[in-house]
């Protein structure tokens, strides 16, 4: 992309599951929010440990001068606590740790985002879970373990009157009815504009069935409310992983027998 680009001091180190301590790491990504010459930090890869420092960072800096923080998975934490504390955008899109399996077209949402060139989405194909109908609003959310992790913290999700995009990987099924079970009590899928979910991705079973896939696990928690409800978006834990601009608006349109539409409106944004 012909972009310069600085490695953190943690990239290569090891501290039991962690690349290094949670006060390095902070330290580390300190750093980088804290340089005027550095335009974008890129995430390296997720798997957990985000949300464990946090709270050591300072983000007063970055404050006045923003810049693109990427990744997803793990890095829901960073998108859903600079978008609450902060009201800034951050871009939901693949890491290092994924490029030899990406699709160009993944690769390329990233660059365009990145450059500000447009940002646009492959029509969706028709689903039987799907809900027709239209909504604007802020693009908000990631991964569900994660979102789940952050309830009642100062990173946790507001979700009124957003659009709530939502994704997972390797989780037992009767875990995603339980998070859901979660986001429902806290009448946080209530005020909605509509919900956008990407690939759930590798779902495990027991031995005695669930009965439902994450798909219809989702549909079941959402049904009493009138919004729109598109699945199969193309980001997630897939290789087709688009990028999305977390905070950013967005128009939701799902026909009832169509192609559905994701479109980014750049121009919208505070």
């Not at 006045?64 to 600079?82: E, F, M, N």
């Not at 992983?241 to 409106?265: C, E, H, S």
Request: include cysteine.
């Amino acid at each position: 992309m012909g972009i310069g680009a600085r490695h953190g001091n943690t990239i290569d180190q090891s501290y039991r599951q962690f690349s290094d301590t949670d006060a390095r790491r902070a330290a580390d990504l300190q750093h980088y929010l804290d340089r005027d010459d550095i335009r974008a930090i890129w995430c390296a890869r997720g798997g957990y440990g985000t949300a464990r420092f946090i709270d050591r960072l300072d983000w007063a800096i970055f404050a006045r001068q923003p810049k693109w923080l990427v990744g997803y998975s793990d890095i829901t934490a960073l998108h859903c606590h600079i978008g609450r504390q902060l009201g800034i955008s951050s871009l939901h899109a693949t890491m290092p740790v994924n490029i030899a399996t990406n699709t160009p077209a993944a690769l390329q949402s990233l660059y365009n985002a990145l450059f500000g060139k447009p940002l646009t989405y492959p029509p969706i194909a028709p689903n039987a879970l799907n809900r027709a109908g239209r909504a604007t609003g802020r693009l908000v959310g990631g991964n569900l373990s994660v979102l789940y992790s952050l309830a009642a913290t100062p990173s946790d999700l507001l979700p009124d009157s957003c659009i709530l995009f939502l994704e997972d990987l390797d989780e037992y099924l009767y875990h995603i009815d339980r998070m859901m079970l979660a986001l429902y009590r806290s009448d946080k899928l209530t005020r909605l504009a509509g919900i956008v979910v990407g690939g759930m991705t590798d779902m495990r079973d027991n031995t005695i069935p669930f009965g439902k896939n994450a798909q219809e696990i989702i549909a079941e928690y959402v049904a009493e409310y009138d919004y729109p409800v598109l699945f199969d978006f193309p980001a997630g834990h897939i290789a087709n992983n688009q990028a999305l601009v977390m905070g950013g608006n967005y128009v939701l349109d799902i026909p009832a027998q169509a192609p559905a539409t994701l479109r980014y409106l750049p121009d919208l944004l505070q």
